[in-house]
């Protein structure tokens, strides 16, 4: 049974248009209607469909396309990377390399178009070079041209059931699945209903119009006496109120400022540094050898333009080079292979927030002392639930004469229970080139199972003794990313990034209660 109260105002203009016009469709009622605007139409039809004084007749659903920020650069050069590339074969380039030297596009551009075409069977590879399998007219990607590009040269939209199927698919693909980022193409789903007035509706409607309320107390009505015998509209408290977006912090910013308070409460001082970095503090320094894998350029991304990091000392750059080469002052063997200088000054994205701290041994830190840094760190890696090619690492050393292992372990679960807050953890035994021994943290993940939380351990004389530091040290470097996932009760670690404004507004954060893993909560 339909519950008993006073309209809206809102709601009655909508039911008196429906009574008069019939079954009505968004659009019509939004530009007909005495409705003051869309927003009002809105409200108003959500309350009376709750109450079901109207009823949805039908919905129709369509996709429109228009250009995003990558698709308005390609129509401004007059051309996409695709179809340029297929240019560039055509006319005798014979490598990848080869193209990338045409500016029209970065080489990342050049490389995700080169991806496209071999997945589409446009061009192959072969050790002579590159070779195309039919015509750059005959391809899909100019039909996308002439079928997408030309007709929103001029802007607006297109309706996407116009366009054949292989192009609909790939302008699918090259749209946001997440919030509106830097895409070629903007798919957005049009909805259209028809709605009517039910017979539930009838009778609301003829009942106030029958009896005349009154929705708030004016000068008027108090000075001529009309509210003596008048009706007033009880006060609804369960009408949905319009959503009031204010600003706020970032929830991951909070996070992130929340930890750094937490550890300059805890007396450590704070490490940082430039997120462009030289392979002599990103890895030599930590005693990783030249040949490591982590050095191949599928997992660190290098900077190129005569961009340059301030060299160390030509002393520090030789004892370093001497300990890779045969254990120099540290007493050990070395890695027995001749370093390279020029490849140490190599300029690159800091991959790990370990660089903080071999910059810190150098500097002549304080004995016995406590440090940290909240780094961001770039890595080439395969996006998924829990990975990221950019994300943020907590890195910390305490060295002192008495530092040892189980203090190590000690902090390291400090910080499970009070960054992650995490319930369940664990500890395995880890490599890292320049720790031993080596731990890794593991944390459970209510969700997601156990996922890695970073790794640790004591630092190697081949890392100290070079930098001038002769205590030990312990280190750790823990992804708070993943810890910010279980602290905020998150799934995807993409939506600590999402820029899904909606996503985000539904996130409350009680920084009080945040680094206890219960600090998140629906809004």
């Known amino acids: 049974?339909?519950?008993?109260?006073?309209?809206?105002?809102?709601?009655?203009?909508?039911?008196?248009?429906?009574?008069?016009?019939?079954?009505?469709?968004?659009?019509?009622?939004?530009?007909?209607?005495?409705?003051?605007?869309?927003?009002?139409f809105r409200r108003a039809a959500e309350w009376l469909l709750s109450r079901e004084l109207i009823t949805e007749v039908s919905r129709d659903?369509?996709?429109?396309?228009?250009?995003?920020?990558?698709?308005?650069?390609?129509?401004?050069?007059?051309?996409?990377?695709?179809?340029?590339?297929?240019?560039?074969?055509?006319?005798?380039?014979?490598?990848?390399?080869?193209?990338?030297?045409?500016?029209?596009?970065?080489?990342?551009?050049?490389?995700?178009?080169?991806?496209?075409?071999?997945?589409?069977?446009?061009i192959v590879k072969d050790a002579d070079g590159i070779h195309l399998t039919c015509e750059p007219a005959e391809t899909v990607f100019q039909k996308i041209w002439d079928l997408v590009y030309e007709p929103l040269a001029g802007g607006g939209e297109l309706r996407m059931a116009l366009l054949p199927e292989d192009v609909a698919l790939i302008v699918n693909d090259r749209s946001p699945k997440r919030g509106k980022t830097r895409a070629e193409f903007s798919v957005n789903t049009v909805v259209t209903r028809m709605l009517d007035i039910t017979a539930a509706g009838r009778i609301a409607l003829k009942a106030a119009k029958e009896n005349v309320t009154i929705g708030a107390i004016t000068p008027q009505i108090l000075a001529d006496g009309t509210w003596r015998n008048a009706k007033f509209r009880r006060y609804q408290l369960d009408i949905p109120p319009s959503q009031i977006h204010t600003g706020r912090l970032h929830p991951y910013r909070q996070f992130l400022d929340t930890v750094r308070k937490r550890f300059m409460?805890?007396?450590?001082?704070?490490?940082?540094?430039?997120?462009?970095?030289?392979?002599?503090?990103?890895?030599?320094?930590?005693?990783?050898?030249?040949?490591?894998?982590?050095?191949?350029?599928?997992?660190?991304?290098?900077?190129?333009?005569?961009?340059?990091?301030?060299?160390?000392?030509?002393?520090?750059?030789?004892?370093?080079?001497?300990?890779?080469?045969?254990?120099?002052?540290?007493?050990?063997?070395?890695?027995?292979?001749?370093?390279?200088?020029?490849?140490?000054?190599?300029?690159?994205?800091?991959?790990?927030?370990?660089?903080?701290?071999?910059?810190?041994?150098?500097s002549n830190p304080d004995i016995p002392g406590k440090y940290f840094g909240i780094a961001r760190c770039f890595r080439y890696d395969q996006v998924d639930s829990t990975h990221l090619p950019d994300f943020f690492q907590v890195e910390g050393i305490v060295l002192g004469e008495e530092i040892?292992?189980?203090?190590?372990?000690?902090?390291?679960?400090?910080?499970?229970?009070?960054?992650?807050?995490?319930?369940?953890?664990?500890?395995?035994?880890?490599?890292?080139?320049?720790?031993?021994?080596?731990?890794?943290?593991?944390?459970?993940?209510?969700?997601?199972?156990?996922v890695e939380g970073g790794g640790a351990g004591l630092f190697r004389p081949e890392v100290c003794r070079p930098l001038g530091i002769d205590v030990p040290v312990i280190a750790w470097g823990l992804g708070l990313d993943?810890?910010?996932?279980?602290?905020?009760?998150?799934e995807d670690i993409r939506d600590l990034i999402t820029p899904d404004l909606s996503k985000l507004r539904g996130i409350m954060v009680q920084t009080d209660r945040l680094l206890t893993g219960r600090g998140i909560a629906d809004a």
């Open 404 to 450: 040892n292992l189980r203090h190590l372990l000690g902090l390291l679960k400090l910080f499970a229970e009070e960054i992650a807050g995490a319930f369940d953890y664990k500890f395995l035994p880890g490599y890292f080139p320049f720790t031993e021994p080596s731990v890794e943290m593991h944390i459970l993940h209510p969700v997601l199972g156990w």
């Open 265 to 362: 409460a805890l007396g450590f001082t704070e490490m940082r540094g430039s997120l462009a970095e030289n392979e002599f503090w990103n890895n030599d320094a930590l005693f990783m050898p030249q040949f490591h894998p982590a050095r191949d350029i599928h997992d660190v991304y290098f900077l190129e333009g005569g961009i340059e990091v301030p060299h160390p000392e030509p002393e520090l750059m030789e004892r370093v080079a001497e300990t890779h080469e045969n254990g120099g002052i540290t007493g050990g063997r070395g890695w027995n292979y001749s370093f390279s200088r020029q490849q140490s000054l190599k300029t690159i994205l800091r991959s790990q927030g370990t660089a903080l701290s071999a910059r810190t041994l150098a």
């Open 61 to 122: 659903e369509e996709e429109f396309v228009e250009l995003g920020p990558l698709g308005i650069g390609n129509l401004e050069a007059g051309i996409t990377p695709e179809l340029a590339m297929l240019r560039e074969a055509a006319g005798g380039a014979g490598s990848l390399q080869d193209i990338q030297k045409n500016t029209i596009f970065d080489r990342g551009r050049w490389g995700s178009a080169f991806g496209s075409l071999m997945k589409t069977g446009h």
């Open 482 to 490: 993943r810890m910010a996932m279980l602290a905020m009760g998150i």
């Open 1 to 40: 049974m339909t519950e008993e109260r006073d309209l809206h105002p809102l709601e009655e203009k909508l039911l008196v248009y429906l009574e008069e016009n019939g079954g009505s469709s968004d659009t019509d009622i939004i530009e007909r209607s005495e409705l003051p605007d869309e927003g009002s």
